[in-house]
């Protein structure tokens, strides 16, 4: 059972947009604790997407976007392609475990 | 560009302990964090410690006692050791980089697979 909880798949067609949200507690996300987004492949290395809440890193496509509010956050994904297709995690800080937690990881399929 | 390699053996047997080095190039321990992050079979990522340049560990409540992190004297790996395996400690292993206790890993290192099995 992950600290943080997403929805485990999402799709959608190639063009469209979708969204997977993140949803914490006062202790993460709602004590202010930053929400960070990573794409992962399997059998590859998790690749920051957005930090911060809403920041890409350079080289990340403004394709992707973050935000948060209150005990949750969300990333957003348009224009979708086949490239997108991989599983994605949120990350924060909670207070009362002092330790990084992560999200269950969300699957999107492109179809 | 800094880069991160786990290595170590991919079975362990239960009750025993699992041994991995993670390699890094491309940059300075000096002023970061590095931390081991493991994902059991269709589970969640989870935060197992950190070890800051200085030599300070911080380590999940949840694996606090046992768990070991260090980093060698030519400061360009550091270590994992976890005592009385279980099958529940089965998980892909990652070692990640961060500049601060609750900020983002990034890069991270492909994992490896390490199964606890007799």
């Known amino acids: 059972q992950s600290v943080l909880t997403q929805p485990p798949s999402v799709s959608g067609a190639p063009g469209q947009r979708v969204t997977i949200s993140c949803t914490g507690s006062?202790?993460?996300?709602?004590?202010?604790?930053?929400v960070h987004w990573y794409q992962h492949l399997p059998g590859t290395a998790p690749k920051l997407l957005i930090y911060?809440?809403?920041n890409r890193p350079s080289g990340v496509p403004d394709r992707f976007s973050g935000s948060k509010s209150g005990t949750s956050a969300s990333l957003a994904i348009t224009g979708l392609q086949a490239e997108d297709e991989a599983d994605y995690f949120c990350?924060?800080?909670?207070?009362?475990?002092?330790?990084?937690?992560f999200g269950g990881g969300t699957k999107l399929t492109v179809l | 560009q800094v880069q991160l390699q786990e290595s170590g053996p991919g079975l362990v047997k239960p009750s025993e302990t699992l041994s991995l080095s993670c390699t890094f190039s491309?940059?300075?321990?000096?002023?970061?964090?590095w931390s081991w992050i493991r994902q059991p079979p269709g589970k969640g990522m989870e935060w197992i410690g950190y070890?800051?340049?200085?030599?300070?560990?911080k380590y999940n409540p949840s694996l606090k006692s046992r768990v070991a992190i260090s980093v060698d004297s030519s400061k360009t790996q550091f270590s994992l050791k976890v005592r009385s395996v279980t099958a529940a400690d089965t998980a892909v292993y990652y070692c990640?980089?961060?500049?601060?206790?609750?900020?983002?890993?990034?890069?991270w290192g492909q994992g490896t697979l390490v199964r606890v099995s007799s």
């Open positions: 990640a980089r961060h500049l601060g206790v609750s900020t983002y890993f990034d890069p």
């Open positions: 491309g940059g300075s321990i000096r002023g970061y964090y």
């Open positions: 070890i800051y340049y200085n030599g300070s560990t």
């Open positions: 006062s202790s993460n996300i709602g004590a202010a604790y930053d």
């Open positions: 911060g809440n809403t």
């Open positions: 990350q924060s800080y909670d207070t009362a475990m002092s330790a990084s937690v």
